[in-house]
């Protein structure tokens, strides 16, 4: 089983950028469907993206479309979420999760989560 350790967050000006990492530990990584949630305070923790083994299938949630793009370096044991044009609503804990099983994208098909990093969204 993998472990997981994400990185890369703070505090960002809205239109800002930030690149969010994840690092997994294990030799099989590259068996994992990984994906990034968030939860921000009083709400339930949502799907933000996804990646399948291959790296060349990915899925967004609709409030991220377009401005947020998730990849994997399967050689390197690691996922990126590299987020653009941020807003103050993008606000939240932001989790690196791992599964083997198959997925709709639910929190609770995801057996492996990360620590979280806080991304703040504000001037």
């Known amino acids: 089983q993998v472990q997981l350790v994400e990185s890369g967050g703070g505090l960002v000006q809205p239109g800002g950028s930030l690149r969010l990492s994840c690092a997994a530990s294990?030799?099989?990584?590259?068996?994992?469907?990984m994906a990034w949630f968030r939860q921000a305070p009083g709400k339930e923790r949502e799907f933000v993206a996804g990646?399948?083994?291959?790296?060349?299938?990915?899925a967004y949630a609709d409030s991220v479309k377009g401005r947020f793009t998730i990849s994997r370096d399967n050689a390197k044991n690691t996922v990126v979420l590299q987020m653009s044009s941020l807003k103050p609503g993008d606000t939240a804990v932001y989790f690196c999760?791992?599964?083997?099983?198959?997925?709709?994208?639910?929190?609770?098909?995801?057996?492996?989560w990360g620590q979280g990093t806080q991304v703040t969204v504000s001037s």
């Open positions: 999760a791992a599964t083997q099983r198959i997925t709709t994208w639910y929190s609770g098909e995801f057996d492996t």
């Open positions: 294990g030799r099989t990584f590259s068996r994992y469907t």
């Open positions: 990646i399948k083994w291959s790296g060349t299938s990915t």
